[in-house]
């Protein structure tokens, strides 16, 4: 299972005001582990740098001259997105930027089913607690001290980590771990299986123990599961 973590860093808002993407960030997960493998580009937003947002991330009109323009990324950014799902913070926001980058090279769409918000996830797993990103790494104790500005990369970084809390930890069990027994004057309300009263009867035949007892049998004496 491969999922892309990513973030975009903007000139503003609103690109249908001529914002525009300067900063792209994405980390490949597979099996939520990190691969180690990213896709990072600044941008040169054809435009000038609003101080608003030059406070935030500290890339301006310096910085950016000389980086490419998002047309000569756009392909590349898409291909390595592919059909992967997008792990993104308030995905809304860096979809329209996104989507509307690539309407202007004549690409597809990103469809928003591709995309899983983990502010949304937040939201509704920690209602009415803060959920910003800073919020999510203090609540997991995420490390986070060398966020000083937003950026695209190291932001995505972060929420691979937060991610990953999100959904269970770095080994997300599925709900399938075994529950704590209730205290004494607690009540456990959570379902678990219990054993059954009467065993299933084996669905293995005479024939099929036989055959099996056979083939075990050609093994030689190095059958590991018969060693004591």
Known sequence: MR???????????DPQSGDRIVEIGAVELMRHVATGV????????????PDEAFQVHGLGD????????????GQAFLD??????MIIHNAAFDMKFLNFELAKMGLRQLPWEQAVDTLAIARKKFPGSPSSLDALCRRFGIDNTSRTLHGALLDSEILAEVYLELIGGKQPDFG???RAEPKEGETNTAWAPRPRATPLPSRVSEKEKAAHAEFVGKLGGDVLWLKE
């Open 3 to 13: 999922e892309i973590v990513l973030d975009t860093e903007t000139t503003g808002f």
């Open 62 to 73: 310096e910085f950016l001259r000389d980086k490419p323009k998002f047309a000569a990324v």
């Open 38 to 49: 990213t896709f990072h580009e600044y941008i040169n937003p054809e435009r000038g740098m």
């Open 176 to 178: 399938l771990s075994t």
């Open 80 to 85: 390595f997105v592919g059909d992967s799902k």
